[in-house]
């Protein structure tokens, strides 16, 4: 999280009584060279829709290099469906209305599998939660070849 925002995050973690379990960094993921680490589990919630493809292989990749073997990236977004026709109104609206203001545009889940399976990752695969969003999920092996 960015300095400022890190004490209102642990305030949430530690509401949920998760603060033996959970860790908050401070820093700012365009200018740090490398996310702190080794850690399990980093989660990009609503990042990637507002920035261009060479931003987001970045973070994946930075991702990538923080976490431990067997760690996990988890990346939380309102996704088009694969086949773009079946997606959800909320998607393609989104979508839409970021064309004029954003740098990004919402993903298909295939589209981040790729993305993932290029810096390393393994098993990626998608599920479905509340108002419309997905969470991808993808693992760090345990060995690198």
Same mark, same amino acid.
């Given at each position: ?5 890190? #004490?209102?995050?642990?305030?949430? @973690?530690?509401?949920?009584? =998760? *603060? /033996? ?47 431990? #073997?067997?760690?996990?990236?988890? @990346?939380?977004?309102?996704? =088009? *469906? /694969? ?58 092996? =345990?060995?690198?070849?």
């Amino acid at each position: 999280e960015l300095p400022a925002i890190k #004490p209102i995050t642990i305030g949430y @973690i530690d509401n949920a009584g =998760l *603060s /033996d379990r959970i860790s908050v960094a401070a820093g700012n993921f365009f200018t740090d060279d490398a996310f702190p680490g080794p850690v399990d589990y980093i989660l990009f919630s609503n990042i990637f829709h507002g920035w261009p493809d060479e931003v987001n292989l970045n973070l994946i990749s930075k991702a990538y290099n923080c976490l431990c #073997p067997g760690g996990k990236i988890v @990346i939380s977004e309102l996704l =088009l *469906s /694969d086949d773009v026709k079946s997606s959800t109104p909320s998607s393609t609206s989104m979508n839409v209305m970021m064309l004029p203001y954003a740098k990004g545009r919402q993903y298909r889940p295939k589209e981040l599998f790729q993305r993932l399976k290029r810096a390393g990752f393994v098993d990626p695969r998608a599920k479905s939660l509340v108002d419309d969003y997905e969470i991808v999920v993808a693992t760090k092996p =345990l060995e690198t070849i």
